[in-house]
């Protein structure tokens, strides 16, 4: 059977029974496929976003092992390839981290930097289709069904395009999964990372899952992938022997999602309208403490984070979440809802600080987190004043005037004094 192909240096698409190498440029960078033309159903992933980031912004970065994350105590949050080959993995303690790569650089988060990299992305996406459904700053679900007609090329080329351009204007890349589904799209978008492009068809679904491990499916962690073994589950073969009714009899709801995607089927939508629950932030600690200045100083930092993701991504929130990990490691959790969503910092804080004051005598602690959830659109935030808080509109309109002024100067052009400690 001939295999369609194109070109991902040049984006020129030819028929099958082509050289190796692009006819036009002569790149081989040429991916071929039967369905390549035909499939709709994308994925893209940025590859080590963050890491990404910091290397375009500090180019002295470019060929060093790169670990965003912070403390020895604290956990990988993203760690570019150089630091991948040597073990380095996102979640992973920091101090296993640095075993493995003693020479890596340690750089703090930037949630600004990497929420603006990620809009200038989605705004990107939407010159392809209006039916996008981001997972994260750094990935997203994309459909480009009915689009060839619109743009004069099928979505396998358009997809190209978008990281062809990623790269050209952001300094960015990612890798994009094709497919007939979601759930096989992302699969797609993991097989070839970093700068890869590859094709799952509806042809070839059966076999490709035929041997590989159920860890792949996304959502599928350690610990239900250990009760998957221990009822003789690895592989998706293993899986497709099992019946329905027995599936959902042992794992319930994931039993019946299971015996679908053991068949390659997954029914979901790209749903353009789909939201993050919750924003949040935390931070672990070199050593246990129970200093209540500099936990207040934590909770303000973290409160501000919160605040600029927020304001990063046009939303607010109305349940402000407090989160403590004690040195026993017993993980507390308050919660308390406000009258009016907001992304303000200050108030976010202010909740944070009131919730804290009920826990203190529980230290010392080991973690501290501070989050908002149930969030809506900003223009349905902080819509009217505090009664109890004659001052809260005032604390607002400077928390306003000091992003400005952050802006246009760096996030350090002013700097809360409570944030010092």
């Not at 082509?18 to 709709?40: K, N, Q």
Request: proline residues 5%.
């Amino acid at each position: 059977m001939t295999q369609p192909a194109l070109c991902r240096s040049c984006l020129t698409p030819f028929p099958g029974g082509a050289p190796a190498r692009c006819p036009a440029c002569r790149s081989p960078r040429v991916i071929r496929h039967a369905e390549l033309f035909d499939l709709t159903i994308a994925h893209m992933d940025c590859d080590a976003f963050y890491a990404s980031v910091e290397k375009r912004d500090n180019p002295e970065l470019a060929d060093k092992p790169v670990i965003i994350g912070g403390g020895k105590r604290g956990v990988v949050s993203t760690a570019c390839y150089i630091a991948r080959i040597k073990g380095v993995r996102s979640a992973m303690p920091m101090f296993q981290a640095l075993k493995l790569c003693p020479e890596a650089v340690i750089v703090r988060p930037r949630m600004a930097a990497y929420a603006e990299a990620s809009r200038a992305i989605r705004a990107m996406m939407e010159d392809l289709t209006p039916a996008i459904e981001p997972l994260s700053m750094d990935e997203a679900f994309m459909d480009l069904t009915g689009t060839t007609r619109l743009h004069g090329a099928p979505p396998a080329v358009m997809l190209a395009k978008l990281v062809a351009r990623m790269q050209s204007e952001l300094g960015l890349s990612g890798s994009i999964g094709l497919s007939h589904n979601k759930f096989l799209a992302k699969v797609a978008s993991d097989l070839d990372k970093p700068k890869g492009f590859s094709v799952i068809g509806k042809a070839e679904t059966d076999s490709f899952l035929h041997d590989k491990p159920l860890g792949m499916i996304w959502g599928v962690g350690p610990a239900f992938q250990s009760s998957l073994e221990a009822a003789g589950l690895r592989t998706f073969a293993d899986l497709k022997r099992w019946d329905r009714k027995d599936l959902a009899a042992r794992f319930g709801s994931s039993g019946d999602r299971l015996w679908h995607l053991a068949r390659g089927e997954d029914n979901r939508r790209v749903e353009r309208n789909s939201r993050a629950k919750s924003i949040s932030n935390e931070t672990t600690f070199n050593t246990d403490t129970a200093d209540t200045e500099l936990l207040d100083g934590h909770i303000w930092r973290l409160s501000e984070k919160v605040a600029d993701s927020c304001k990063a991504k046009g939303t607010a929130g109305r349940t402000v979440t407090l989160k403590l990990k004690r040195a026993d490691f017993k993980l507390i959790s308050r919660r308390t809802s406000l009258r009016d969503a907001t992304q303000i910092a200050d108030k976010i804080y202010r909740t944070a600080r009131d919730l804290f004051e009920g826990e203190i005598a529980s230290g010392p602690f080991r973690l501290i987190g501070v989050g908002l959830s149930d969030l809506c659109p900003e223009d349905q935030a902080d819509l009217s004043g505090d009664l109890l808080d004659p001052d809260a509109t005032r604390r607002a309109k400077a928390e306003r005037a000091t992003d400005k002024i952050r802006d246009r100067f760096g996030k350090d052009a002013i700097l809360k004094g409570r944030a010092l400690r």
